[in-house]
């Protein structure tokens, strides 16, 4: 079973990727930065963990105020840097864990933390400010990485001990996971810094220290901190660091820790931590978490003619299913109907897809992984109605199904166009 070796705690910040990319560890002005990772990359090296789950925050670059989550969990199989406007950083992309990642999300909701999912969208330096510090070797990256952003941005945010109780759903998430894998959960953020309004510039290193020490010996302690309170002490933006009590909450309650630094350059105290992991639960209770995870969908493969649409279904007929949900675009509806083969070449339609779509073979579609709610669009685009759908699934003629219903309507979605 997958095992949890140790936590890592790395502060990100944009000077964080800058010295990496533009300025030398032998630079005095920059020294510090790299001294504080050096360990970091060393206990990685030693240590070759197969998978890090990486906790951060986004800095509105990838995710808008227009659908903010508390919790959102990459399940994709890669990870590219973003643009956060200056262009993106030049690093290839990571590689990520989409089977962990799926069974993560699974024994997360069994335990009630209902977090959302992300796919195909670019990581900012919240992730890879201190991962291109931790990991990078020539720019080729070894271990593979879940992203887990945390919306600390917009309040309402989760709380110090939502955090912290979210790692112990973790803990036990990973050390369900059946595959004999080395997993390090590394937080990031923090440590004291403030970065807007009149009071930016502040920091208390004193506090940042006192933090470190609960952090290690008595987490709980952190747990009845409010926002404002970690604002007071550590700067607003550096309340942040409650992303840390995720790692703490999924590790042994005693740790070892191997390594702790901390320097403050400019305007954030740069922070890093190991805690190696000293204990794991019980094969008796993780054998009874598995059963948990899978209580929900037990017996569901027994019903004939029904496809739940999993994070694995959505992740491997994402592009599909991307294309068809742009049908919500007049534009792209236009081009479908009048410019399809541009439009199939311009978004990676394989020859495959494409014969499902002028085939309109809408049981080859569900088979294929795509969603109802995107073929129910397609179909209105085409001029078809929901029932001519439903009698193709069935392997009926209209008539048949019709003979089927209560009242024999025709309709699809309601909307404005011709
Ligand atoms: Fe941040």
């Not at 095992?3 to 502060?11: F, P, V």
Request: glycine share 8%; proline share 5%.
């Amino acid at each position: 079973m997958a095992r949890i070796i140790a936590g890592i705690g790395a502060s990100h910040t944009p000077t964080i990727g800058y010295a990496k990319d533009n300025a030398s560890p032998d630079d005095p002005a920059w020294a510090a930065v790299f001294q504080v990772f050096d360990p970091v990359r060393q206990w990685l090296i030693d240590n070759k963990p197969d998978v890090i789950f990486h906790i951060y925050n986004d800095h509105v670059t990838s995710f808008f105020m227009d659908h903010y989550s508390p919790f959102v969990m990459g399940v994709d199989t890669e990870y590219v840097t973003a643009d956060e406007g200056g262009g993106r950083r030049e690093y290839p992309p990571v590689k990520g864990h989409t089977e962990l990642a799926s069974h993560i999300g699974h024994s997360l909701f069994a335990d009630e933390f209902d977090i959302s999912f992300f796919q195909k969208r670019p990581v900012d330096h919240g992730l890879f400010s201190p991962l291109s510090m931790m990991t990078d070797r020539g720019k080729a990256w070894n271990e593979a990485v879940i992203p887990f952003q945390v919306g600390v941005l917009q309040y309402p945010v989760p709380t110090a001990n939502r955090c912290y109780r979210l790692g112990q759903a973790l803990r036990r998430a990973v050390e369900s996971y059946p595959e004999d894998l080395k997993v390090v959960i590394a937080a990031t953020g923090g440590l004291s810094h403030q970065v807007h309004g009149e009071r930016a510039g502040y920091n208390d290193l004193d506090w940042d220290n006192r933090f470190l020490d609960l952090l290690e010996n008595d987490p709980r302690a952190l747990t009845e901190i409010t926002h404002a309170e970690y604002a007071r002490r550590g700067g607003f933006e550096g309340a942040e660091v409650i992303m840390w009590l995720i790692m703490r909450g999924a590790l042994s309650a005693n740790v070892k820790r191997v390594h702790r630094d901390l320097t403050l350059p400019s305007m954030t105290t740069i922070a890093t931590v190991i805690y190696e992991n000293l204990s794991e639960t019980e094969p008796q209770v993780i054998e009874e978490h598995r059963a948990k995870v899978a209580h929900q969908l037990d017996g569901i493969g027994g019903l004939d003619g029904t496809y739940p649409f999993t994070l694995d279904w959505s992740h491997r007929a994402f592009r599909l299913n991307g294309f068809l949900h742009r049908l919500t675009e007049p534009e792209h509806r236009r081009r479908f109907m009048e410019d399809r083969d541009a439009l199939c070449e311009e978004f990676g339609i394989t020859r495959e897809e494409r014969d499902l779509l002028e085939a309109r073979d809408f049981i080859g579609l569900i088979h294929y992984g795509v969603i109802f709610f995107v073929i129910e669009k397609l179909a209105v685009v085409l001029g078809m109605s929901n029932p001519d759908v439903y009698a193709q699934f069935r392997g009926e003629t209209i008539e048949e199904f019709m003979k089927s219903r209560n009242v024999a309507v025709h309709y699809s979605n309601a909307g404005a166009d011709e």
